[in-house]
């Protein structure tokens, strides 16, 4: 979650407020102004204004948990984009995962920490901040209480609370295996959000509006968090099975060495403005080239049955028109090499790496011969990872992707192919070629 304004910048991350903050925040200073009532700690604008510093205090404590989770990331070299306060917290948004089991179980215990740190802080302050005003020690009591719970309750064992995360880790340490360490945790996570949907369903047939609908909140969000996890699972495990073969396409035209300059002209052309739908485009096109948004095909040259290279637009440029008639294309070929390759036996989860280098738009897909059998694009690739799952992306939204050659329905493969690596998930983060 990166919405909302940016407040602050701490140790260079982002420090941002989402607007559902906002009405937490009312709500809050709204409860805590009731809390403050009773005990007559003075008058009505005395009373709100302690609600309202409770309030932003409680906030502030929320942001020292995200905090302290950040801090320990950035020890370990993660990045940390941004935190952001929102309606049911905080959270931080990092680029990767912890590469170990400890290092995870760090990252995720610093958050409780700083939580009962200051609720012990608070706690301590209730007295002395009790003698100046009494609205100051029920402040610390409520700021004490309200910090214990956020650390308890952040400890219980399923995702997407800090306990679950230590459930994670441990059983990552004790398995090997981070998917397992998820799986567990997930199904905790998962457990308990229908508790809190039971429970809070109870509680609202009691008459216990307040607290029945929160815990419903938190119960959804669980189960959303939960579904999120899982589709992760699944996503990492589409990227293991898939072979690049499985999405390549025959994206590039091929012409002959001995053909001419104003040949590869006439090439251009048909790529720029292909035949209408029923006709047969002219000109030499490789089989299976059929045009399609994006970007222009590759233009392979072959030498008599053997391949010899690709051309560009570089010779039309910088030789005059006269002289295309005249010169061979073989003449201003460049190797096959000079393309990013990747073979078409390679899992597709490095194909996603190689197309993260942003100078890559585009693979040739190489035979286990070395020869050329297609090319891979961040459409083709998305497009065959959402059919996989079972979600046909949309015709409008695919040529979408395709004019600005992207993942589909921004589709975060990148981001989930480099966690599948510095988790150990996969091994080795190099593709393949020839």
């Known amino acids: 979650m990166t919405e909302g304004w940016q407040i602050a910048r701490l140790w260079g991350i982002p420090l941002r407020i989402h607007p559902t903050w906002l009405v937490i925040l009312l709500i809050s200073t709204v409860a805590f102004q009731r809390d403050y009532q009773p005990a007559g700690s003075g008058g009505d604008l005395m009373v709100w204004g302690l609600a309202f510093l409770t309030a932003l205090l409680l906030f502030v404590s929320v942001l020292l948990h995200e905090l302290g989770h950040s801090l320990v990331a950035l020890s370990q070299g993660v990045r940390v984009r941004s935190i952001t306060l929102f309606l049911l917290g905080g959270v931080a948004s990092v680029d990767r995962e912890s590469a170990t089991p400890m290092g995870a179980a760090l990252v995720a215990a610093a958050g409780p920490a700083v939580s009962l740190a200051l609720a012990g802080l608070f706690l301590a302050l209730r007295v002395p901040a009790g003698q100046l005003a009494p609205g100051l020690g029920q402040m610390a009591l409520q700021l004490g209480l309200l910090n214990l719970t956020l650390g308890l309750f952040n400890l219980l064992p399923g995702l997407p609370l800090d306990g679950g995360l230590l459930l994670k880790a441990l059983v990552w340490q004790i398995s090997g295996s981070q998917r397992r360490g998820i799986q567990v945790a997930n199904g905790c996570g998962r457990f308990l959000s229908f508790m809190a949907l039971g429970l809070g369903t109870w509680m609202l047939l009691k008459g216990n509006g307040g607290s029945g609908l929160w815990l419903l909140v938190l119960g959804w969000f669980g189960l959303g968090a939960a579904s999120r996890q899982s589709q992760l699972l699944r996503l990492q495990t589409v990227l293991k099975e898939l072979r690049v073969a499985d999405a390549s396409r025959r994206r590039f035209r091929v012409v002959e060495a001995s053909a001419s300059l104003r040949q590869l002209s006439q090439q251009r052309l048909q790529a720029a403005d292909p035949a209408p739908p029923g006709t047969a485009a002219p000109g030499p096109a490789a089989p299976g080239s ?52 990747i073979a078409e036996q390679a899992p597709l989860w490095q194909a996603v790496l190689r197309l993260d280098d942003p100078e890559v738009s585009r693979l040739l897909v190489l035979s286990p011969a070395g020869l050329p059998t297609g090319t891979l694009e961040r459409p083709d690739l998305g497009e065959v990872v959402f059919s996989r799952l079972g979600v046909r992306v949309p015709p409008p939204l695919l040529a979408l992707a395709r004019r600005h050659n992207a993942y589909p329905m921004g589709l975060a493969l990148a981001q989930v192919a480099r966690s599948m690596l510095t988790s150990g998930e996969v091994q080795g983060g190099e593709a393949p070629t020839t």
Request: charged share 20%.
């Open 290 to 341: 059929a045009e399609i948004p994006g970007l222009p095909p590759w233009i392979l040259v072959c030498d008599r049955g053997r391949w010899q290279g690709v051309i560009d637009d570089g010779p039309l440029q910088s030789l005059p028109v006269q002289r295309w008639d005249g010169e061979r294309i073989g003449d201003h070929a460049q190797p096959l090499a000079s393309l990013p390759s």
